[in-house]
């Protein structure tokens, strides 16, 4: 069996819990993946430039980032994680259906941003939750939580793909590949979408977009999400409207351990507040315990999070700037060929993160990371050799997909471990990843802008080399860190023995005196 049975009987104890995270995080990969094919289209409908377009890219990734900081603020309580998964939820459903009415840039950037509000919050309650609740086993369920990211973000390109414009704003020119068009045809001339169609006077066809079906094709889609949260919520007897009724064997297990926490004296959660814990980040950075732990315990958490920094940052550029790099010289691919890199590429990933749910089972987090970090370089090195063969740019984006795929819940679960989950790993994990895809985005762009598009591969080399020294960083203080609680085991051990001893002599001491009496 791929699983032991302690891993199923786990899993089949929280399964609501499980696949309620992994609904929403389907919620996140829909909408992040979405504005890189349709950007052309949403640039004619706001009547703006390819430069202002790209903006909006910045808006949602810096508003994800912000979103990343503060979701853990939610997790305090089952019913304030749940509520605020399914007003994430909600939110991108809402958006997606207001976003053909986004008539300027600006409308759409602030929709935007508040879509990338919501994916924060989801990414970091999900991890949080599936860490909290899985511990020492959660590699596998952040395995396939991420997966689902890469699921949604497979599923977005492909629902927009059938309504994407042929012709852009009215200048293509006409170099499109057959592939797909047979498919867009019946559509556009189905009933639904024939009346979007115009003809200009001389003979010439320009065309109506009608990218906004596919944005309510995906607003429906993303329905049954928050509708999951919310009966999760009813489940769990935490909606204020339903009565509550008998109690349930949780609260009751609960009840046990308060009046336990009340006979024994200070409240354990307080304590596991006070040492850490997973909070938002900016109440991990206020922690009072803080003062007396070693370096290494801090650059674990720095080094971790820089890691996912450059790693995440080249998914977030390449996914980005991929379609840009093949459309120009040297490689000069023809628009609609070169439109289906981003589809591959993060199918690529959806595929890698399934096949890591079961060798995050069979080998360690180190290994995977130290294996996949090795693969991105390599293949980003292949990637600048054959700069100019279009089929190895296939075969190189699949790749790259597949190695990036499962850098996050590795790195995820194995700093937690090195911790043992009494940092706050997630919380700043999750909020230095949101900053690397921001970041190198916007640096990755400016560059290929400015030095051409060869820089694109040399961006990704450079980026990838530094993830992976960073990443050997991380080895070095891991070991640190272990010497140090090594250490203290130890000392505390010998502070333990006198103790003892004088327990034990004060012991003999009065019971010969008892004797003598």
């Given at each position: 069996?791929?699983?032991?049975?302690?891993?199923?009987?786990?899993?089949?104890?929280?399964?609501?819990?499980?696949?309620?995270?992994?609904?929403?995080?389907?919620?996140?990969?829909?909408?992040?993946?979405?504005?890189?094919?349709?950007?052309?289209?949403?640039?004619?409908?706001?009547?703006?430039?390819?430069?202002?377009?790209?903006?909006?890219?910045?808006?949602?990734?810096?508003?994800?980032?912000?979103?990343?900081?503060?979701?853990?603020?939610?997790?305090?309580?089952?019913?304030?994680?749940?509520?605020?998964?399914?007003?994430?939820?909600?939110?991108?459903?809402?958006?997606?259906?207001?976003?053909?009415?986004?008539?300027?840039?600006?409308?759409?950037?602030?929709?935007?941003?508040?879509?990338?509000?919501?994916?924060?919050?989801?990414?970091?309650?999900?991890?949080?939750?599936?860490?909290?609740?899985?511990?020492?086993?959660?590699?596998?369920?952040?395995?396939?939580?991420?997966?689902?990211?890469?699921?949604?973000?497979?599923?977005?390109?492909?629902?927009?793909?059938?309504?994407?414009?042929?012709?852009?704003?009215?200048?293509?020119?006409?170099?499109?590949?057959?592939?797909?068009?047979?498919?867009?045809?019946?559509?556009?001339?189905?009933?639904?979408?024939?009346?979007?169609?115009?003809?200009?006077?001389?003979?010439?066809?320009?065309?109506?977009?009608?990218?906004?079906?596919?944005?309510?094709?995906?607003?429906?889609?993303?329905?049954?999400?928050?509708?999951?949260?919310?009966?999760?919520?009813?489940?769990?007897?935490?909606?204020?409207?339903?009565?509550?009724?008998?109690?349930?064997?949780?609260?009751?297990?609960?009840?046990?351990?308060?009046?336990?926490?009340?006979?024994?004296?200070?409240?354990?959660?307080?304590?596991?507040?006070?040492?850490?814990?997973?909070?938002?980040?900016?109440?991990?950075?206020?922690?009072?315990?803080?003062?007396?732990?070693?370096?290494?315990?801090?650059?674990?958490?720095?080094?971790?999070?820089?890691?996912?920094?450059?790693?995440?940052?080249?998914?977030?550029?390449?996914?980005?700037?991929?379609?840009?790099?093949?459309?120009?010289?040297?490689?000069?691919?023809?628009?609609?060929?070169?439109?289906?890199?981003?589809?591959?590429?993060?199918?690529?990933?959806?595929?890698?993160?399934?096949?890591?749910?079961?060798?995050?089972?069979?080998?360690?987090?180190?290994?995977?990371?130290?294996?996949?970090?090795?693969?991105?370089?390599?293949?980003?090195?292949?990637?600048?050799?054959?700069?100019?063969?279009?089929?190895?740019?296939?075969?190189?984006?699949?790749?790259?997909?597949?190695?990036?795929?499962?850098?996050?819940?590795?790195?995820?679960?194995?700093?937690?471990?090195?911790?043992?989950?009494?940092?706050?790993?997630?919380?700043?994990?999750?909020?230095?990843?949101?900053?690397?895809?921001?970041?190198?985005?916007?640096?990755?762009?400016?560059i290929i802008q400015t030095e051409g598009s060869y820089s694109f591969l040399l961006c990704g080399m450079i980026i990838a080399c530094i993830g992976f020294i960073l990443f050997i960083g991380l080895l070095l203080f891991h070991r640190m860190h272990r010497n140090y609680l090594t250490g203290t085991s130890k000392k505390s051990a010998m502070?333990?023995?006198?103790?003892?001893?004088?327990?034990?002599?004060?012991?003999?001491?009065?019971?010969?005196?008892?004797?003598?009496?």
């Amino acid at each position: 069996m791929f699983m032991d049975e302690r891993i199923v009987t786990l899993f089949k104890r929280n399964a609501h819990h499980t696949l309620t995270y992994w609904s929403v995080f389907f919620s996140f990969g829909l909408c992040i993946a979405f504005l890189g094919p349709t950007i052309l289209d949403l640039q004619c409908q706001t009547n703006s430039t390819l430069s202002q377009i790209t903006w909006v890219f910045f808006a949602q990734q810096f508003c994800l980032l912000i979103g990343s900081s503060v979701g853990g603020v939610f997790k305090r309580t089952l019913f304030s994680a749940l509520a605020a998964l399914f007003v994430s939820a909600l939110v991108i459903s809402v958006i997606f259906a207001i976003i053909p009415l986004c008539n300027n840039v600006l409308l759409l950037a602030i929709a935007m941003a508040v879509s990338g509000l919501a994916m924060g919050v989801i990414d970091t309650i999900a991890n949080i939750q599936l860490v909290t609740i899985y511990q020492k086993d959660s590699a596998v369920f952040l395995q396939a939580l991420h997966f689902f990211i890469g699921f949604g973000a497979l599923v977005s390109p492909l629902i927009a793909d059938p309504f994407l414009s042929e012709t852009g704003c009215g200048n293509h020119t006409g170099n499109g590949t057959e592939m797909m068009h047979h498919f867009r045809n019946m559509l556009r001339n189905s009933p639904i979408a024939e009346h979007n169609i115009t003809h200009s006077e001389g003979g010439g066809g320009e065309e109506e977009s009608i990218v906004h079906y596919a944005f309510w094709i995906m607003a429906l889609i993303n329905l049954p999400v928050p509708i999951a949260v919310l009966f999760l919520m009813y489940r769990e007897q935490l909606i204020p409207c339903c009565p509550s009724g008998t109690p349930r064997l949780l609260d009751k297990d609960e009840l046990a351990m308060e009046n336990q926490q009340g006979a024994d004296g200070p409240d354990v959660e307080q304590k596991e507040h006070e040492a850490g814990g997973h909070g938002d980040i900016f109440s991990c950075c206020q922690n009072d315990n803080l003062r007396g732990l070693p370096v290494s315990f801090f650059m674990i958490h720095i080094l971790g999070g820089m890691v996912l920094f450059m790693t995440d940052g080249i998914v977030g550029a390449y996914a980005g700037f991929v379609y840009t790099y093949a459309v120009t010289p040297p490689m000069s691919l023809p628009h609609k060929t070169a439109g289906y890199l981003a589809s591959i590429f993060w199918a690529a990933i959806t595929a890698g993160r399934l096949v890591s749910i079961p060798l995050s089972y069979r080998f360690q987090p180190v290994r995977l990371l130290m294996f996949n970090l090795a693969g991105a370089i390599v293949t980003v090195l292949m990637l600048l050799i054959f700069y100019t063969s279009s089929i190895f740019l296939y075969v190189g984006t699949c790749l790259c997909g597949l190695f990036l795929s499962s850098i996050f819940p590795c790195m995820l679960a194995y700093t937690e471990d090195i911790l043992d989950y009494q940092g706050c790993a997630t919380s700043v994990l999750v909020t230095s990843a949101g900053m690397g895809e921001m970041v190198m985005q916007v640096l990755v762009g400016s560059i290929i802008q400015t030095e051409g598009s060869y820089s694109f591969l040399l961006c990704g080399m450079i980026i990838a080399c530094i993830g992976f020294i960073l990443f050997i960083g991380l080895l070095l203080f891991h070991r640190m860190h272990r010497n140090y609680l090594t250490g203290t085991s130890k000392k505390s051990a010998m502070v333990e023995e006198p103790v003892a001893e004088q327990n034990g002599s004060a012991k003999t001491e009065q019971k010969e005196e008892k004797e003598s009496s």
